[in-house]
């Protein structure tokens, strides 16, 4: 991804396969202009899911039915002529105008699809089933001191991992799970986010060659370094050759 700011608009409408929406997390993690700006798009994007469409009068249609028999009746279609040279602003602006009115259509065009288009429409599940069917897949179980339980599934030959929980708590207000992995003799980083804990999720990251995964409570953002607040620990065997 030659500019991964770019998939901030996408993040925050849910637009983004698992793969992305991983590796998306981690960069979210450490870059505060992106978090600011995800923070902002989801506020206008509810703000639009809020407006509400009226029922148009009964006058209405009888108003457009009239008016029909009174509009002129089209020319028939002649060939193109080229189109004559500016001789002024006015003129200059006369031509552009169409191509604005064509542009502020496709603007409202595309805002109408965002509001309608709903991501559960879409299989965005094939990383992470890749990962839960591979045959190669291992699972490790944590369960948490305040009721739930997380499992890490890993498939070394796929070099990903995915965690799925079950029954656990919300992270709290403005809070959130944040995943990390460590390889051998380094620190723990990022692996993304998991704002929906009962949802499985990819880590990003070589997970195959990882000493180690962890789950910790961070701001809604993400942090760089885990915090204090480690609710699970997974030890995993780096895959051999």
């Known amino acids: 991804m030659s500019d991964i700011h770019a998939l901030s608009g996408a993040y925050a409408v849910d637009a983004l396969d698992d793969l992305e929406r991983a590796e998306f997390e981690q960069h979210l993690a450490v870059c505060a202009d992106c978090r600011a700006e995800v923070a902002s798009l989801r506020e206008t994007a509810a703000l639009m899911s809020e407006t509400e469409s009226e029922t148009p009068p009964e006058s209405l249609r009888a108003g457009v039915l009239s008016g029909i028999r009174q509009v002129r009746p089209l020319p028939p ?6 189109e004559p040279v500016a001789t002024g602003p006015n003129d200059v602006r006369r031509r552009r105008l169409p191509a604005l009115l064509a542009a502020a259509a496709a603007v409202v065009l595309l805002a109408a699809g965002a509001l309608a288009w709903h991501p559960w429409h879409h299989d965005r599940g094939s990383v ?3 990962v839960l069917n591979a045959s190669d897949a291992t699972r490790v179980t944590q369960h948490l001191a ?6 890490l599934v890993r498939s070394p030959s796929l070099k990903r991992a995915v965690l799925v929980g079950h029954d656990v ?7 959130t799970y944040q995943m990390w992995l460590q390889q051998p003799g380094e620190d723990m980083v990022s692996a993304g986010l998991m704002p929906d804990a009962d949802r499985p999720t990819v880590l990003s990251g070589d997970a195959a060659t990882a000493a180690a995964a962890a789950v910790s409570v961070e701001p809604a953002g993400g942090s760089v370094h885990p915090s204090k607040n480690v ?3 997974f030890s995993l065997q780096p895959a051999s050759g």
Do not use: I, M
């Open 77 to 82: 279609e002649v060939p193109s002529l080229p």
């Open 128 to 130: 992470a089933e890749q």
């Open 146 to 151: 305040g009721g739930g339980e997380l499992t």
């Open 169 to 175: 708590p919300d992270a709290g207000d403005e809070k």
């Open 231 to 233: 609710v699970a620990v």
